[in-house]
């Protein structure tokens, strides 16, 4: 009968235990914890101290007696194991409930010590508020802390896995939380551009960032402890949390005399296997295989441990399995958000690139996480990084719904050696609540295999801190797109438009396009490539990446009339006292923008404010992710008070208090009067129209004087619908009969195909929740844009007064260029 001692439960030892039981059932197994639990969820213990879960009861996975009735293994708690003879092949133990040292021999020892938090000797780390969280011990003095004391304000130091889940719990306990990280981002699994998302979510929730800096020491006095940051700030705290890294509990192998590497890691075979035929070693304390690169590495993870307890109880019963390595797959949730991981990160690329090889490409792309006609479909952004051959090497997902689910996906074709174009010939589960026709790991391969083809050439966000100064940045978005924020020195052509407005550009430079996300930056990339133009590139991840890690520390960095260097809209006169707007009687409004895209949320909000009272209270939700960074800057500049946004559920919120202080622009004195917005209307084609309400609308929604003034075929966008009778001269009839009467006749500039490109783009608007042409006119109208109409071009083209709709102004060109005078933005469409 062979004897099996094994040294530690959690994931590894218990996960041994149980399988080399199923393995042998007349083995004598015999396990030691030096603690008082074998098996507990110990990834669950931040959300016991937060609430979330509400019994301890429920992170006890299994217990002493319960392994021993269902296993016959014995567990013997509260007993550390202080030694070994290899040679005896023994182990000294010491039994701490009672007072007694023993000794036990095996024929096969498996050790799974696991790792312990890192307390590096800082001044005054020893305070009585300052707490590491690993085991349940830990979580029971943390919980019975929190619940008696009460703190106000917690700071976690470290913004790994443990830190950020214990700053959210803290956080839903009523704290006031802060992060310090020595590192210049949280999540180190993930890059930069995508922990920048998590940084700025954090800071949605009112949770106080220190990256790039460390802490010198900590003094404590009366239940309060200063934190002295290296940079020489400090941070007052009621509790002060430690996550700032594991080491390997690897002393008693190391006394023993096996082999241990330079991180204090037990060396192990591929079977997991110590130096000693007879001793295994599995779990945090060992040194893996990176399944990547093929480099030894250190990857402390539940579930890699897990796989290799089950793995060394096969080998141990004689069966020859091997551990083919850690790929470092994991996920974690931060808030609302959702952050996912696998493989390598380009961090690890650049830094170790003679392990992985230097030439890799990566993508980011944003699609939504179902088919954006169903609701609440929300985007997420995945990072795919792969090498010249097409194999994908890692992956990066930040998001708020389906996240997890694309990385295991891309973390399974990983495993067995995919490539983009294997992703792209991946069928996955589709239907409108769950994903998209092309799914967005599909989406992903697509990117990759256009790029690995020469189809598209990427540039990426980092790009622009060395880019030359004759590069041309063309920005392909709309005017109103624009107007919420672009890249500095870049010009604007929206891709509609690019076929006609090519000649702008020098076909000897290169180009760098952007778009949103990306998607029409390739359209446009395409047009210009097939037209003669050799050196353009397209920005992965569009304005969306670019905006995340350059503007939200540094606003100046982006322009736009809401971010622009000449507007700083921090600066305001005439500030009201808040508690004087909020009285008792404020009356709160509920608006559903759910469905709508940008700018039409923020419409819906401007509309809804004007009809309000100061201090009433606007509770919108939205499913455009777009609103949550677009309604704070909207606040500012218009002086309405932002109290609380986020995400609940399926759609994003905001809560908005109408009034608290007038906004002055303080702006250049050239342009400092000269605010509003004038458009000459030349076009009667139905797409121009519509792009004409469309900014027209977000420019008056932005507070903004708007005057539209229509001439010749622009004309026939204000004409009513209905036949009206009015005498003409024969000439007048002609024109007006051959004309379109009303916005329900306009034809489309390019393949109306006799009406059917109309139908089909109507159809496309109601599908997207678009508001039709007809709604935007009059939302226009009801938003305060002036209409005006070419009294003169109505002469020459037959079209009186009685024709047209309601509310239009008649007038000049003194009437459009008095409008321009007081105008920073004229344009001819």
């Known amino acids: ?281 599995i779990g945090d304390a060992v040194e893996v295989v990176d399944f990547i690169g093929g480099q030894k590495t250190m990857i402390p993870l539940a579930g890699p441990a897990n796989k290799q307890g089950r793995i060394c109880a096969d080998n141990i019963a004689g069966k020859n399995v091997s551990y083919k390595g850690t790929q470092g797959t994991s996920v974690a949730k931060v808030f609302d ?136 940045i063309l920005d392909v978005r709309t005017p109103l797109e624009r107007e919420m924020g672009y890249i500095e020195n870049s010009i604007n052509i929206p891709v509609d438009d690019l076929r006609e407005r090519m000649v702008e550009l020098d076909k000897s430079k290169k180009i760098v396009v952007y778009c949103a996300v990306g998607i029409r930056g390739y359209a446009a990339q395409r047009i210009l490539e097939q037209n003669g133009f050799d050196k353009v590139y397209n920005l992965m991840g569009g304005y969306t990446t670019y905006s995340v890690v350059f503007c939200q520390d540094d606003a100046t960095k982006c322009g736009g009339t809401l971010l622009g260097e000449d507007i700083h809209v921090s600066e305001f006169g005439d500030v009201e006292d808040l508690d004087e707007i909020a009285n008792p009687n404020a009356e709160t409004i509920k608006l559903n923008a759910c469905g709508l895209q940008c700018p039409g949320p923020i419409m819906q909000v401007h509309k809804s404010i004007e009809s309000m ?30 109290m609380d946004s986020g995400k609940e559920d399926k759609a994003f919120f905001a809560k908005i208090r109408k009034g608290k202080k007038k906004a002055v622009a303080h702006v250049n004195t050239e342009t400092a009067v000269r605010d509003d917005k004038t458009m000459v209307v030349f076009s009667g084609d139905l797409d121009k129209a519509i792009a004409t309400m469309i900014i027209a609308n977000g420019a008056a929604s932005m507070g903004k004087k708007v005057t539209l003034f229509f001439t010749f075929w622009g004309l026939n966008i204000l004409r009513k619908s209905e036949k009206v009778s009015v005498k003409k001269d024969f000439v007048s009839k002609m024109f007006s009969a051959m004309m379109p009467r009303g916005t329900t006749k306009l034809k489309l500039s390019k393949m109306h195909m006799m009406g059917m490109g109309s139908n089909m783009i109507r159809m496309v608007m109601k599908k997207h929740n678009v508001d039709s042409i007809e709604d935007m006119l009059k939302m226009a109208q009801e938003n305060g844009v002036r209409m005006v109409a070419c009294n003169m071009s109505m002469d020459l083209m037959g079209i009186s007064a009685e024709e047209l709709i309601d509310g239009v102004e008649f007038g000049g060109v003194a009437s459009m260029l008095g409008a321009a005078e007081d105008s920073n933005m004229s344009l001819f469409i």
């Open 1 to 281: 009968m062979k004897k099996i001692l094994i040294v530690g439960g959690v994931a590894g030892g218990a996960s041994t235990a149980a399988r080399m039981r199923r393995m042998d059932e007349s083995a004598e197994i015999i396990m030691f914890e030096r603690g008082e639990y074998i098996s507990f969820a110990n990834c669950g213990l931040p959300y016991y101290i937060g609430g979330a879960i509400e019994e301890r009861s429920a992170l006890l996975v299994q217990t002493p007696e319960g392994m021993k009735e269902r296993f016959n293994i014995d567990v013997r708690v509260q007993n550390e194991v202080l030694s070994i003879d290899r040679e005896k092949k023994t182990i000294s133990v010491n039994d701490i409930a009672n007072n007694r040292k023993y000794d036990e021999s095996y024929d096969v020892l498996v050790l799974s010590p696991g790792s312990t938090p890192l307390k590096p000797p800082i001044p005054g780390i020893d305070s009585p508020n300052i707490f590491t969280l690993w085991n349940i011990p830990d979580v029971d003095r943390i919980k019975s802390y929190v619940d008696h004391t009460k703190p106000q304000k917690a700071v976690v130091i470290g913004g790994g896995f443990i830190g950020l889940e214990m700053a959210e719990n803290l956080h839903d306990r009523g704290m006031e939380v802060s992060v310090v990280e020595m590192a210049d981002q949280v999540m180190a699994p993930v890059d930069f551009e995508m922990a920048q998302i998590v940084h700025r979510h954090m800071k949605q929730k009112k949770v106080n960032l220190y990256l790039g800096d460390g802490v010198q020491s900590f003094e404590y006095h009366n239940g309060l402890t200063k934190v002295k940051l290296q940079s020489g700030k400090i941070v007052e705290a009621d509790i002060v949390m430690l996550s700032i890294g594991v080491r390997p509990q690897s002393e008693l192998a190391k006394a023993a005399g096996l082999e241990i590497n330079g991180r204090g890691g037990i060396v192990v075979s591929d079977t997991l296997v110590t130096s000693d035929p007879s001793i295994y070693a």
């Open 337 to 472: 958000l959702t952050v996912s991981s696998t493989g390598v990160n380009e961090k690890s690329l650049k830094r170790d690139g003679k392990v992985y090889g230097k030439d890799y490409y990566t993508t980011i792309i944003h699609p939504n996480s179902h088919a954006g006609y169903y609701p609440g479909a929300i985007p997420m952004t995945l990072k795919l990084i792969f090498g010249m051959d097409g194999k994908v090497l890692g992956a990066q997902n930040v998001g708020y719904d389906g996240v997890e689910k694309r990385i295991d996906v891309i973390a399974t074709a990983i495993r067995f050696g995919g490539t983009v174009y294997d992703l792209t010939e991946l069928e996955l589960a589709y239907a409108p609540p769950y994903s998209s026709a092309k799914d967005p790991v599909n989406m992903a391969g697509f990117v990759g295999e256009n790029i690995l083809k020469g189809i598209t050439k990427p540039f990426q966000w980092h790009e622009f801190e060395n880019i030359d100064s004759d590069v041309i």
């Open 613 to 642: 009272t100061s201090g009433d209270i606007l509770e919108v939700k939205a499913t455009d992710p777009g609103f949550m960074n677009d309604i704070g800057v909207w606040c500012e500049k218009t002086g309405n008070t932002l």
